[in-house]
């Protein structure tokens, strides 16, 4: 079956856009997580939702990023005024359940010029 | 939170030598321990992972030690592949007992492993 898949591959946006990251996970996946990825360093969480809700928002930087689940499978992660500091790899991953193995998606790619 | 910290950070090796990567982690609640492989550009993939409540898994020629009193864990791979290049990455997390509970992971910073053929 499909893995679990981010779009955009790549985005590049300039300081202070606004920018949304999708992610699709693996279908029945009832848990989500986001986890940022900077060059030379291992992956950094996020967020993690649990169905439909937020269930620990604690990695989030700063109240520019917000992410939504709202029908328990598609998320978004969307990061307002952006700065240069945010180019990274997002990278997405989905559990059925919170017990089992992560599946990562391939990321995606935001550079801030 | 959990610290958790990864050495070498480089290691190369000749084709059918062993490789072994160490871990260590701070939080002596963590309790799931997952090694990921990162080819360039690619996602990181889930290779062998170990709980808690065992002290060595092996999977043909992956292995994974844990030592919960010292605090760290490491990654041996016998008879290196030009197909093992890549990097890899440790975590750990606090997994509950239940279903619905946060497996947030904590990676190191990763080791580029590099098997010269």
């Known amino acids: 079956g499909a893995g679990v898949s981010q779009t955009p591959s790549n985005k590049v946006t300039e300081k202070g856009k606004y920018v949304e990251l999708r992610c699709d996970p693996i279908s029945g996946h009832t848990a989500l997580y986001w986890y940022r990825q900077s060059l030379g360093q291992g992956p950094e969480f996020l967020i993690y939702f649990q169905g439909t809700g937020a269930a620990d928002d604690s990695g989030l930087p700063n109240d520019r990023f917000f992410a939504v689940r709202p029908e328990g499978s598609v998320s978004t992660l969307k990061i307002q005024r952006t700065e240069r500091g945010d180019s990274a790899v997002y990278l997405c991953a989905s559990s059925f359940g919170a017990n089992n193995e992560q599946f990562f998606g391939p990321g995606t790619r935001l550079t801030v010029l | 939170g959990e610290n958790v910290e990864q050495h070498p950070s480089t290691l190369s090796v000749q084709e059918g030598d062993s490789a072994v990567i160490k871990c260590t982690y701070s939080d002596s609640a963590s309790n799931y321990f997952p090694w990921y492989k990162q080819e360039l550009g690619k996602r990181p993939q889930l290779i062998i992972d170990?709980?808690?409540?065992?002290g060595e898994k092996k999977d043909q020629r992956i292995a994974v030690t844990l030592n919960k009193t010292a605090k760290h864990f490491s990654l041996h791979i016998t008879e290196t592949q030009p197909e093992d290049s890549a990097v890899y990455f440790c975590?750990?997390?606090?997994?509950?007992?239940?279903?619905?509970?946060?497996?947030?992971?904590?990676f190191g910073k990763g080791n580029q492993v590099v098997v010269i053929p």
């Open positions: 975590a750990a997390s606090r997994r509950g007992p239940f279903c619905y509970g946060n497996n947030r992971l904590a």
């Open positions: 170990i709980r808690s409540n065992v």
